[in-house]
């Protein structure tokens, strides 16, 4: 069996029968007892975003670094979680969560994922209560103008923001460090207040459309996907498995992970 990625507009995600290129496809993990064909299903979008996110930060930033995951109960965010631990074993990076109030029975699920601590409330209402330049990194799952002003207030002076839905909202006027310079920022990331105005942030937006623009083939991002979820440290959340001709209802139901059988097998 295998799994692949495309991007959104190219997905042909419920057709039984699509073209792709060889190198956006690779082995996928096999179902067990533990692991579902649905969930495996669910992974690959959403693992190849979250690993291109997690990978740099375990990587570059240094013990201690608090990072805030806005919407970590669910998709890209519940997986940044879970790779945290996974690519970084040491834990000790300080990884708050955030849950809207209309989930906060999903505040446990986040903290077994590997949540230092866990906010409930609004996006908007998180922010605006958290320290100005009290975070390293933002990674916003939400989506918004709004929830990037509120993050640049919160984060330190040389901070990244990290957008994994597309498009990226930044006004044109803002201090931003360019992409090429976010490995270096996170390195040199410290504990230093300076004022907003004097912020140069590193913004990034990281899709699974952004895979082959930062180096490497689709395939040997979905390879250490696989490795993790083989490894049982990489898990998706599905609320809902719909029949094909009951589709279109996942689309319009709203909030929740959905995936859709285009044949029973």
Known sequence: MVW???????????????????DR??????PTDRLSIEEIASLPSAGACAMQVMEPICRDLPRGSKILILSAHRSIGYLCLQLASHLRPQRDLYLVAHCPSTMEADAQLCRDAGASSVLVEEPLAVLNGCHESEFDVV??????????????????HSGAFISTVSPLV??????????????????????TF??????????????????????????????????????GELRARIDKVWRFEDSARAFAEGEGESVVRVLEV
């Open 4 to 22: 692949g990625v495309m991007g959104l507009k190219k997905s042909s995600a419920l057709s039984e029968l699509v073209t792709i290129p060889r």
């Open 170 to 191: 930044v006004p044109s006027s803002s201090t931003t460090a360019p992409e090429s310079s976010w490995k270096s920022s996170l390195r040199s990331l410290r504990r």
């Open 25 to 30: 496809l690779s082995l996928a993990p096999s």
């Open 194 to 231: 300076v004022k907003k105005d004097r912020k140069l942030l590193s913004v990034l937006s990281i899709t699974s459309e952004t895979i082959e623009t930062r180096g490497e083939s689709p395939r040997e991002v979905l390879e250490r996907v696989r490795e993790a979820v083989e490894k």
């Open 139 to 156: 990674i916003d799952c939400v989506g918004g103008r709004r929830i990037y002003d509120a993050s640049r207030r919160v984060l330190h």
